[in-house]
């Protein structure tokens, strides 16, 4: 046989398959259990929670699947860790327990007093802000003492505000910037609080936990809750000036200094706005708008 004898090669029957189409994104599992008052953690399982007939138990479920789809959705992560973890929430937990709190593994939430606070699932930002403690957790890995632990709680009040802004799909001049107004109880109410923080006004009198609005060397010192002042008013300030959906810039800012350089457990307040500045200028290098907000946002408040 020739080699102009070798037979051609023959066209194949059928035409090539088309590619598969990209498969739909798989949320992570969230479950809830039910602490029923006592304070043993998980609880008791409850079965089949995004339609439980208990609002609370419904709402941890719902709004913790919704924080998975917002991080997803927004920033392309994966849940908590970023490798799709299992979202898990414990709901009555204790009796009349005034607070909500990430352990490390799982997020927890009391029902409130009914006088200074209601249940703490009703603020969805509250929701977001303690998922946010397990992605801190799993990315900058911020201590939560000194200016670390004030811009962990920071963190975590950016992109609980943000998350609920991304719900009612408002631009950051919408926003009222407020941490926790639908968990203020009537007594609470009476006295004239409406929130539990003010991100655009943290020494605002209204606010039940009022912080410092500017920073000083020797802030770290304060509980973190406290020294989270200066770092919220400074994004509040910096996604307002940039306009739009606090989500498109400031908070792609903000999602990159905190997952995009590994764990920094000590990293002081001017380290945390240094890493905002220069990424505002990297990642919109074509908009100088937002790195003139980013850096003036961060002036006012004195870093
Ligand atoms: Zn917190």
Redesign the pocket.
């Known amino acids: 046989m020739t080699a102009s004898s070798l037979p051609q090669p023959r066209l194949p029957k059928n035409p090539p398959e088309p590619p598969e189409p990209p498969r739909p994104h798989l949320f992570p599992p969230s479950l809830v259990y039910d602490c029923r008052h006592a304070t043993t953690l998980p609880g008791t399982p409850v079965a089949n929670p995004a339609n439980s007939a208990d609002a609370t138990v419904k709402r941890a479920c719902v709004e913790a699947s919704s924080v998975a789809k917002f991080y997803w959705d927004v920033f392309g992560r994966d849940s908590i860790d970023g490798a799709h973890m299992t979202l898990v929430s414990s709901v009555h937990y204790s009796t009349k327990f005034n607070n909500a709190?990430?352990n490390g593994a799982q997020m927890t939430y009391g029902d409130g007093d009914g006088a200074t606070f209601l249940d703490f699932t009703l603020s969805n930002d509250v929701i977001g802000?303690?998922l946010t403690?397990g992605v801190t957790q799993h990315s900058l890995g911020l201590a939560y003492s000194g200016e670390a632990g004030g811009l962990?709680?920071s963190i975590?009040d950016v992109f609980g505000s943000m998350f609920r802004q991304w719900e009612a799909n408002q631009v950051a001049t919408q926003a009222d910037w407020l941490i926790g107004a639908a968990i203020i109880g009537p007594v609470a109410h009476q006295k004239g609080f409406t929130c539990l923080r003010d991100m655009a006004a943290p020494k605002a009198a209204h606010a039940l936990a009022a912080q410092p609005d500017h920073y000083y060397p020797g802030i770290g010192n304060l509980d973190p809750?406290y020294s989270s002042g200066p770092p919220n008013l400074a994004f509040c300030k910096a996604a307002t000036a940039i306009g739009g959906h606090s989500w498109d810039k400031a908070g792609k800012i903000w999602y990159k200094a905190q997952t995009g350089f590994g764990p920094s457990p000590n990293m002081t307040m001017p380290q945390f706005a240094a890493r905002t500045r220069s990424l505002a200028q990297s990642m919109f290098a074509s908009t100088p708008a937002v790195h003139a907000a980013v850096d003036a946002a961060w002036t006012a408040v004195g870093l």
């Open positions: 709190f990430w802000h303690e403690h962990n709680e975590s809750h």
